[in-house]
Structures are given as structure tokens and as C-alpha cells.
């Protein structure tokens, strides 16, 4: 089986819209940031490798592990 590579961008304050004076990245839906749902999905997904996550790199960082993801093992952020 081929593995894809997969890229998210997650924006930062400066370049994307912000909704509720907030990057959209991490507004919540049923209390978990949307980055998280996004995440899950590609990890639960056949045929998806390494997640790349473009963005706030410490925020990033720090709600991965807040959700017990794989954070350098098949997530990089950078």
C-alpha cells in the first residue's frame, strides 16, 4: 500500500481571517479544536503517512499533546 504525505495549514494571525478574533485552527466544535478533528481524521485514514501542520508552532505543539496525539512520530509541525 502507498502512503500519502499530507499538509495542513493552519494559518496564524497575521495571513488568514480571524473568527472571533481567533485563528479558526482551534475554535471548538463539541469542545475539541477543529485542527484536532482534522488530525484524527487523517491519522484514522488508510492511506495517509505523516501529517505536516504549517502554523503557530507552539500552540500547535501544545494542543497535540493536550490530545495525546503522535507529535514527531507521524505529526511534525512546523
Sequence with gaps: MILVNTV???GDKK???LVGNDNKSFL???N???IIHTMKAFL???YVGNIVVVGP???L???IRDYNLPL???IRVI
Design 44 to 46: 484514522e485514514a488508510n
Design 32 to 34: 475539541i479544536p477543529s
Design 72 to 74: 514527531d512520530s507521524r
Design 8 to 10: 495542513i495549514l493552519a
Design 57 to 59: 508552532t507552539d500552540r
Design 61 to 63: 505543539r501544545k494542543v
Design 15 to 17: 495571513g488568514s481571517i
Design 28 to 30: 471548538s466544535i463539541n
